[in-house]
């Protein structure tokens, strides 16, 4: 059984940063693709960004590029989410997840374990 635990959500201003933890247990992940996805009140959940095993490969949505960067810590069993200039359309529920085999990084089916999500506030 996989644990992913997701840290770092919060509140903060328009323009601000936030640093999203998923710290995983049960399972070494060095070699899986990691993702992170978000939810909105009301809205389906969307893929954010997505990190390849070796960290060499990294995936965004158009809505975060330039502004968010997923890395990962493999001898931590962790991966990041630096979220910079934020909006308050980022306001949202963020989840990582682990999938197993890479084959569609960009769609929630794609993943095989869920963290529980931590909240990001972005106030106006």
């Known amino acids: 059984q996989t644990l992913l635990v997701e840290s770092g959500g919060g509140l903060v201003q328009a323009g601000g940063s936030l640093r999203l933890s998923c710290k995983a247990s049960?399972?070494?992940?060095?070699?899986?693709?990691m993702g992170w996805f978000r939810q909105a009140p009301g809205k389906e959940r969307e893929f954010v960004a997505a990190i390849s095993w070796s960290g060499g490969s990294t995936y965004y949505a158009d809505s975060v590029k330039g502004r968010f960067t997923i890395s990962r810590d493999n001898a931590k069993n962790t991966v990041y989410l630096q979220m910079n200039s934020l909006k308050p359309e980022d306001t949202a529920v963020y989840y990582c997840?682990?999938?197993?085999?890479?084959?569609?990084?960009?769609?929630?089916?794609?993943?095989?374990?869920w963290g529980q999500g931590t909240q990001v506030t972005v106030s106006s």
């Open positions: 049960g399972r070494t992940l060095s070699r899986y693709f």
């Open positions: 997840a682990v999938d197993y085999t890479g084959a569609d990084i960009t769609r929630t089916t794609g993943y095989d374990y």
